[in-house]
């Protein structure tokens, strides 16, 4: 055990599992949050890998089955669950449960019965000495006020989560989460990939089935535009002029076992645009030599081409009704959790949005979100974006803090008050 405390912190995500100890100041282990078996293997011929065995080297991805302990943002198959925690309990933090506490980060608005087998899974499987519970928001308010104390002396922000399965927008007061505010978009990472799956699918490769690999892709190279009109008429220029055309290859399974980009410095030609206007034609006669071979091209099996659809994924979470989602973009889900709370303190969060979660890693994301806001905030009010260190790591970070403070173990359940009272009672220490 390497942290300052006995306290074993779990930010138990959708897509990533983020453990470590209280007082670190990072997570020993940041592992995808499922379990996987390679294509055409049965039960008995090859066991499921989990957590950190998917990252090894050796592993090739390609059409891997996926069962996630997670879905749609709730915790409903506690046995994989139990697989994921056991792999990185056992053999990542080599820590004994028994002998320890644990900070969980649940879901907001989690129900009664997947609170009730949370509980069964940590005292009675695993055998924790004591559990608390804690969101996201409060956790990344908290790390952002003792990172910097004097950008938050009102002790009000508004947290945009962006994470794998739903992205929320949460005031924050105090280190509590004004839950009555708390506004969702059904969208996020998982989402993204799924629709970058069925745009590859239809225009190039059959990938339904490389969630991992698509996963990879669209981390790497999707973007969020700055004009999209201006965008999609650029991505229908010639190969030597498409600022956005890239290639990225597939596994082969002899030499590479996981995907990647073929030409990084092709990927990142977007970036020398403009942020408003035409491409200056003369920019693209300039790589006319260099990309002349791409005139006509020649695509391997195992590679596919990405265009519009690089701008066009991130697009989903500004603008879904132009995807036939009935549901309001980020920047109308964050002003109606403002306009939610006390008219006293709407100027305040506006100009204290920290942006947290994956998702919020895409280039450009906080000045689209600038832009998109903007016009529709009062303009007697400020707007100020705050992007984090690291998105993926803050409300891991912010639970640190917390299990190292003087008051964790009053804000603790133990085994024996769960076994006493059982687990409504118990839950009642965490309500806000």
Not at 195 to 221: C, G, P
Request: hydrophobic share 35%; charged share 25%.
């Amino acid at each position: 055990m390497t942290g300052g405390s006995g306290v074993v912190v779990i930010d138990n995500g959708g897509g990533l599992l983020k453990a470590g100890f209280g007082g670190d100041k990072d997570p020993i282990a940041v592992v995808p949050n499922c379990i996987a078996k390679s294509p055409g293997s049965t039960a008995s011929s090859k066991k499921w890998l989990a957590a950190n065995q998917l990252q090894a080297q050796d592993v090739d991805v390609t059409g891997m089955t996926l069962r996630r302990p997670i879905d749609r943002g709730y915790l409903i198959n506690t046995e994989v669950q139990r697989e994921v925690w056991e792999q990185v309990l056992r053999n990542l933090l080599q820590v004994d449960p028994t002998n320890s506490s644990l900070l969980l980060v649940e879901p907001q608005f989690n129900p009664p019965g997947l609170q009730h087998a949370t509980d069964e899974l940590v005292f009675e499987e695993f055998g924790f000495s004591s559990l608390c519970v804690a969101d996201a928001p409060s956790l990344v308010h908290l790390y952002e006020t003792s990172r910097q104390p004097l950008l938050f002396r009102a002790q009000c922000s508004l947290v945009v989560d962006c994470g794998f399965s739903f992205t929320h927008a949460s005031p924050v007061l105090q280190n509590f989460t004004l839950n009555y505010a708390v506004r969702r978009m059904d969208l996020g990472g998982k989402a993204l990939t799924n629709y970058l799956k069925e745009l590859v699918s239809y225009r190039s490769l059959n990938v339904m089935d490389e969630t991992l690999l698509i996963d990879d892709a669209k981390e790497k190279l999707c973007f969020v535009s700055l004009d999209v009109p201006r965008d999609l008429r650029l991505a229908r220029l010639s190969f030597k002029d498409n600022p956005f055309r890239c290639s990225y290859i597939l596994p082969d399974g002899i030499t590479s076992k996981k995907g990647f980009v073929k030409d990084m410095d092709e990927a990142r030609r977007y970036c020398s645009l403009p942020a408003d206007g035409e491409l200056d034609k003369k920019d693209g006669d300039s790589d006319t030599n260099k990309f002349e071979d791409k005139k006509k091209p020649e695509l391997s099996q195992n590679e596919f081409a990405l265009t519009n659809e690089r701008f066009l994924v991130p697009e989903m979470l500004f603008h879904p009704i132009d995807l036939g989602m009935n549901q309001a973009g980020l920047a109308e889900c964050i002003v109606r959790a403002v306009q939610a709370c006390h008219p006293y303190i709407q100027p305040v969060l506006y100009e204290s949005i920290i942006l947290t979660g994956g998702s919020t890693l895409f280039p450009r994301f906080a000045e689209r979100l600038q832009r998109e806001l903007r016009p529709i905030v009062p303009e007697d009010y400020q707007v100020k974006i705050i992007p984090q260190e690291n998105p993926i790591l803050g409300v891991w970070r912010g639970g640190s803090i917390l299990a190292s403070s003087p008051d964790f173990a009053s804000m603790c359940v133990t085994k024996s008050e769960y076994e006493e009272m059982g687990s409504a009672r118990c839950r009642r220490r965490f309500f806000h």
